[in-house]
Nanobody, 118 residues
Framework: QLQASGGGLVQTGGSLRLSCAASGNTFSRDGMGWYRQAPGKQRELVAAIATGGGTNYADSVKGRFAVSRDNAKNTAYLQMNGLKPEDTAVYFC??????????????WGQGTLVTVSS
């Protein structure tokens, strides 16, 4: 089970850190991914982190977002800096598998809403 938190309302240029707490004992063996879905748009992969710590990012967030994980706490994070109105979306965390630069989700958490005001 995955529990995402940390969303909220922030002004343009602000920062938020999302957390994804996982239950169970497979966290350290799972890749983790953060997706987002804006109104009227498809869900898109924002960032993913492999079990070994390798990361991948969507071009739209490179240099602004950072994904990390703490296996001791069974938690993944998404640090979001320099937020823009176009980052407004519901953000979802997932657990899955990474293959090089590819990520395949297997399990989903509930979403957390991020709203960036202009």
């Amino acid at each position: 089970q995955l529990q995402a938190s940390g969303g909220g309302l922030v002004q343009t240029g602000g920062s938020l850190r999302l957390s994804c707490a996982a239950s169970g004992n497979t966290f350290s063996r799972d890749g983790m991914g953060w997706y987002r879905q804006a109104p009227g748009k498809q869900r898109e992969l924002v960032a993913a982190i492999a079990t070994g710590g390798g990361t991948n990012y969507a071009d739209s967030v490179k240099g602004r977002f950072a994904v990390s994980r703490d296996n001791a706490k069974n938690t993944a994070y998404l640090q979001m800096n320099g937020l823009k109105p176009e980052d407004t979306a519901v953000y979802f965390c997932s657990a899955g598998r990474t293959y090089g630069s590819l990520y395949y989700p297997n399990y989903w958490g509930q979403g957390t809403l991020v709203t960036v005001s202009s």
